[in-house]
């Protein structure tokens, strides 16, 4: 069955093309998430945004749907979920997933389809080192991020002793692996490199906490999601550790590495993402986003990043010759640049952004504060 796959969506790209099966009256656009609490994401609320926004000018060709692929978080659900979306004869384009382990996943299905896949989030090099040619995203690949993080570590706040953990993801190891090769790079080589094991996947951290304090790091990088790093942060400075927390993108630049009462200096954070409140371009998106969806304010990355990825699905139904599958993935190949909330944006032909933004914030007493770009630090 997965052998025959690729071969049936071709001869149906091929008959759809020769117009010998119709489209449906509407197409359907795919967000890959979790879970089907939609409204608490806000990339879905940015996207269905924009959609609702084409639709009521009625400048597309049809009309289009948005509705939630839920992969439950787990591989079996993940890849049953997208060979059902992808049987569908509506279903015309995919964003997300917004979580890179999840998109690694499922990313073969779509390919085999091809059916156009846009990212708001997944920033794992795992995404775009295969060779598919219909996966785009706007956020920056983490071989940026990476370098931008070991260049903060060793060049902007000067650590000489840099202990770097991480989960076993498919985030979690290549970004590690990335920071640890630029510090040593630049003079500054790892004291520690801590990957997970079953201990720690069982929230057992002590094995960890009593390798980070023997290696007297000044500086301890976190690739990390939010939840356990938040408990480590806790577990290092009960024990007095006083090195500088530097926490990358999946900790969403909150205070998730703050402990005000024992921090010596408050944790570092970058984004891959851009800050909407400080961006010009995304004034304009800000205010819509903020008008229809208030209570998103609180928690709000990523949103621009996926509005600007539904609307160039969108801008390729428009540009593409016949709405089917394969005309609108080669709109996106041939795409050029879009000029969107995160400004200009254009994909190099791996389907990375051809020139991303890392930001550097700190939380301060629960608030997160831009520094600058990296690129303008360093």
């Not at 091929?14 to 979790?34: C, D, H, Q, W, Y």
């Not at 650590?159 to 991480?166: F, G, S, W």
């Not at 630029?182 to 929230?203: D, I, K, Q």
Request: contains cysteine; proline residues 5%; charged residues 20%.
């Amino acid at each position: 069955m997965d052998i025959l796959r690729p071969c049936k969506y071709l001869e149906l790209a091929r008959l759809r093309k020769k117009n010998l099966i119709p489209m449906p009256a509407s197409v359907t656009i795919g967000f890959e998430l979790s879970d089907d609490n939609v409204h608490a994401v806000a990339g879905y609320c940015a996207a269905e945004m924009a959609i609702h926004q084409a639709n009521t000018r009625g400048d597309l060709p049809v009309e289009v749907r948005l509705e939630v692929i839920v992969n439950g978080k787990n591989r079996d659900i993940s890849r049953a979920a997208a060979e059902a979306f992808v049987e569908r004869d509506d279903a015309i384009a995919v964003l997300g997933p917004t979580n890179s382990a999840m998109a690694v996943i499922s990313q073969d299905i779509y390919a085999d389809a091809g059916i156009l896949q846009m990212s708001s989030e997944a920033s794992s090099p795992l995404l775009t080192n295969k060779g598919y040619t219909h996966f785009f995203r706007t956020v920056a690949n983490d071989e940026v991020q990476g370098r931008a993080l070991g260049q903060v570590a060793a060049r902007y706040l000067g650590a000489q002793r840099i202990a770097i953990l991480n989960e076993d993801s498919a985030w979690g190891e290549p970004i590690s692996k990335i920071v640890a090769e630029e510090c040593t790079r630049l003079g500054s080589p790892p004291v520690l490199h801590y990957g997970y094991g079953e201990a720690e996947r069982n929230l057992q951290y002590d094995q960890l906490i009593n390798a980070v304090m023997d290696a007297e790091p000044d500086l301890v990088y976190f690739a990390v999601y939010w939840n356990q790093s938040h408990i480590i942060a806790h577990l290092l400075r009960d024990r007095r550790l006083e090195a500088v927390f530097l926490g990358s993108d999946a900790l969403k630049p909150y205070a998730f590495l703050e402990v005000p009462s024992l921090d010596k200096e408050p944790p570092y954070h970058s984004l891959a993402g851009i800050d909407m409140m400080v961006k010009p371009s995304a004034r304009k998106f800000l205010v819509e986003f903020a008008a229809r969806y208030p209570v998103m304010l609180d928690s709000p990355q990523y949103a621009p990043e996926a509005y600007d990825c539904a609307e160039i699905i969108l801008e390729c139904m428009r540009r593409a010759p016949s709405l089917n599958r394969a005309a609108v993935l080669n709109e996106a190949r041939n795409y050029g640049t879009h000029h969107g909330a995160l400004g200009r944006i254009s994909f190099n032909t791996a389907g990375d952004l051809t020139d991303p933004d890392i930001g550097l914030y700190r939380c301060i007493n629960g608030q997160r504060i831009f520094i600058d770009l990296v690129k303008n630090l360093v």
